[in-house]
């Protein structure tokens, strides 16, 4: 990935507008954290600057989309917000947004 020296990325970028994935890796579903039974949390940026790359967690059925302003997933349940206190669960999702979305 070229970047102009200075070029703000990762979540710095996210906070000045820069729609996420713009400056990232193409890249297709990825799984960066799986926890029990079936929850994970995925990674997917498929057309880079063309639409929104994207970090979820998934449990089941459910699919809860993660905002970087927020640092958070709205709409879902206390307990998976909750579980962005666990190291191993948060440092997944700073991974997704510094190397697969924002281009660290």
């Known amino acids: 990935m070229d970047l102009k020296k200075g070029a703000v ?6 906070a000045k507008g820069v729609m996420l994935g713009s400056r990232g890796t193409k890249t297709a579903s990825k799984t ?7 929850e994970r949390i995925d990674v997917e940026n498929p057309n880079p600057g063309q639409r929104p790359g994207q970090v979820h967690y998934q449990d089941n ?3 809860y989309l993660y905002d970087p302003k927020t640092n958070s997933f709205p709409g879902a349940p206390k307990s998976v917000n909750n579980m962005l206190k666990d190291k191993k669960f948060k440092s997944a999702i700073d991974k997704a947004v510094s190397k697969y979305l924002g281009g660290s």
């Open 32 to 38: 960066l954290w799986k926890g029990k039974g079936k």
């Open 61 to 63: 059925n459910n699919k």
């Open 9 to 14: 990325t990762g979540l710095a970028a996210v």
